[in-house]
């Protein structure tokens, strides 16, 4: 069954970076239009495959979303300070995490002078050349305004830019007059039109919403293991309770996207050293909303419904809509249970996990209090050890690779710092 679109895949992964920094994303957005229209008009390419490169342009910035929004006030600050370290983290993340791991180097080299570019053995150097360019211009585009002239950067052409890259740049520029539709958005209407020609396998779908749900890891790493303890969680209670095949996948989806909408919070809520004051909390618990906004017209209804109804309990207490038992289906309730646990058995920044005869006495006064199912909690504490074992080596997996992220980030940092001047 497709529960999602190749499409809608990549709007998701757009929409929901927005929540981290909105005018990140729209820089993105703005870039891989320049990019798509020079290759378009350069010519030798399919609609698929500027499709996709649509997708890696818009996605080009992606490792400054693990910097605080605040340094990003100053794009072009940023851009000219730090350019490096959200580069090569970028190239990492797309290289480990996504299924066009091929296309991971462009996001490395779309900073790097052509001067050095040009003498790289890669296949896909041209486009970040392009990158370069179309990311330069729409910074100098939106940061001078009327005053911005187009040609400012021909003196470098050669030597950090690509000349025939510039030269395709001016040209399309004018063709389709470029500065007036990014100016009045018209663009978007162009970049819509050639996202339609994406095509991704249904395994290569679930990889790109598994690299999204890694995405929560830019507010707290944290975040990515209570996910896959969710998710752990509720494959397995699904196994022992004989869902169907269709109502398990539905399950795996919604717990592992439910909580995207985290990425609108702000990081000293999510990580506060205490519990939070009402304010704070009633601010976090937008979080289902703000994942709701997202994910409406992007997955499939029943996927939506699960996902947003983790916080909803039996009594009708929960949120945000506060349905009662008989509004919710088997696979809402399991993922209520399965988010429950997670947030009682791992760490938090104001308390340790609590131990297996506390999670157990909690969650039989939520079962009492008529706020959880009692069948989906009786199967969980039934087969706790077997199910908390496999969490916890799904989680040092998790664990194991952001570490090789990180080392490996090291790495190619101190190869290619050179570039930081």
């Not at 994303?25 to 993105?28: A, L, N, R, S, T």
């Not at 030798?44 to 495959?49: A, D, K, N």
């Not at 910074?139 to 009327?146: N, R």
């Given at each position: 069954?497709?529960?999602?679109?190749?499409?809608?895949?990549?709007?998701?992964?757009?929409?929901?970076?927005?929540?981290?920094?909105?005018?990140l994303?729209?820089?993105?957005s703005?870039?891989?239009?320049?990019?798509?229209?020079?290759?378009?008009?350069?010519?030798?390419?399919?609609?698929?495959?500027?499709?996709?490169?649509?997708?890696?342009?818009?996605?080009?910035?992606?490792?400054?979303?693990?910097?605080?929004?605040?340094?990003?006030?100053?794009?072009?600050?940023?851009?000219?300070?730090?350019?490096?370290?959200?580069?090569?983290?970028?190239?990492?993340?797309?290289?480990?995490?996504?299924?066009?791991e091929?296309?991971?180097?462009?996001?490395?080299?779309?900073?790097?002078?052509?001067?050095?570019?040009?003498?790289?053995?890669?296949?896909?150097?041209?486009?970040?050349?392009?990158?370069?360019?179309?990311?330069?211009?729409d910074?100098?585009?939106?940061?001078?305004?009327?005053?911005?002239?187009?040609?400012?950067?021909?003196?470098?052409?050669?030597?950090?830019?690509?000349?025939?890259?510039?030269?395709?740049?001016?040209?399309?520029?004018?063709?389709?007059?470029?500065?007036?539709?990014?100016?009045?958005?018209?663009?978007k209407?162009?970049?819509?039109?050639?996202?339609?020609?994406?095509?991704?396998?249904?395994?290569?779908?679930?990889?790109?919403?598994?690299?999204?749900?890694?995405?929560?890891?830019?507010?707290?790493?944290?975040?990515?293991?209570?996910?896959?303890?969710?998710?752990?969680?509720?494959?397995?209670?699904?196994?022992?309770?004989?869902?169907?095949?269709?109502?398990?996948?539905?399950?795996?989806?919604?717990?592992?996207?439910?909580?995207?909408g985290?990425?609108?919070?702000?990081?000293?809520?999510?990580?506060?050293?205490?519990k939070?004051?009402?304010?704070?909390?009633?601010?976090?618990?937008?979080?289902?909303?703000?994942?709701?906004?997202?994910?409406?017209?992007?997955?499939?209804?029943?996927?939506?419904?699960?996902?947003?109804?983790?916080?909803?309990?039996?009594?009708?207490?929960?949120?945000?809509?506060?349905?009662?038992?008989?509004?919710?289906?088997?696979?809402?309730?399991?993922?209520?249970?399965?988010d429950?646990?997670?947030?009682?058995?791992?760490?938090?920044?104001y308390?340790?996990?609590?131990?297996?005869?506390?999670?157990?006495?909690?969650?039989?006064?939520?079962?009492?209090?008529?706020?959880?199912?009692?069948?989906?909690?009786?199967?969980?504490?039934?087969?706790?050890?077997?199910?908390?074992?496999?969490?916890?080596?799904?989680?040092?997996?998790?664990?194991?690779?952001?570490?090789?992220?990180?080392?490996?980030?090291?790495?190619v940092?101190?190869?290619?710092?050179?570039w930081?001047?």
């Open positions: 069954m497709e529960y999602i679109k190749s499409k809608e895949i990549f709007l998701l992964m757009r929409d929901t970076l927005k929540l981290i920094h909105p005018r994303m729209e820089h993105g703005r870039v891989a239009y320049m990019v798509y229209k020079m290759l378009e008009d350069k010519g030798g390419y399919e609609e698929y495959e500027l499709a996709d490169i649509v997708m890696v342009a818009t996605l080009h910035d992606i490792g400054a979303y693990k910097t605080e929004a605040g340094s990003l006030s100053d794009i072009l600050r940023y851009e000219s300070r730090d350019s490096v370290a959200h580069t090569i983290y970028g190239y990492l993340f797309f290289k480990y995490l996504s299924p066009v091929d296309l991971a180097k462009v996001i490395m080299y779309h900073h790097m002078d052509y001067d050095q570019l040009e003498k790289v053995d890669y296949k896909y150097k041209e486009l970040a050349a392009y990158i370069n360019i179309a990311e330069k211009m910074i100098y585009f939106k940061a001078m305004g009327s005053q911005f002239d187009m040609h400012m950067f021909h003196k470098q052409a050669g030597t950090k830019l690509s000349e025939e890259g510039l030269e395709q740049f001016y040209q399309t520029a004018v063709k389709h007059d470029i500065f007036a539709k990014i100016q009045s958005e018209e663009y209407e162009e970049l819509d039109y050639i996202v339609d020609f994406m095509i991704f396998s249904n395994e290569n779908k679930k990889k790109f919403l598994e690299m999204l749900m890694y995405c929560t890891g830019f507010r707290s790493e944290y975040s990515v293991v209570d996910t896959i303890t969710t998710v752990c969680i509720c494959e397995e209670i699904a196994n022992k309770m004989l869902l169907k095949e269709d109502e398990k996948e539905l399950l795996y989806y919604g717990a592992l996207i439910h909580d995207i985290m990425l609108a919070i702000p990081r000293e809520i999510i990580e506060a050293p205490r939070l004051e009402p304010e704070e909390m009633k601010l976090l618990r937008t979080h289902v909303v703000a994942a709701e906004k997202v994910l409406r017209k992007r997955m499939q209804e029943d996927v939506l419904e699960i996902a947003i109804a983790h916080h909803e309990r039996a009594d009708g207490s929960g949120y945000p809509r506060k349905l009662k038992d008989s509004q919710m289906n088997y696979m809402q309730k399991i993922l209520q249970v399965a429950t646990v997670t947030g009682l058995t791992n760490k938090r920044s308390r340790d996990p609590l131990h297996k005869e506390q999670v157990i006495e909690i969650l039989n006064e939520e079962v009492t209090k008529n706020r959880l199912n009692r069948q989906i909690v009786n199967t969980f504490i039934r087969f706790y050890d077997t199910i908390m074992q496999r969490v916890q080596t799904e989680s040092a997996e998790i664990m194991k690779m952001y570490q090789t992220l990180n080392q490996q980030y090291d790495q940092s101190k190869k290619f710092k050179v930081d001047k």
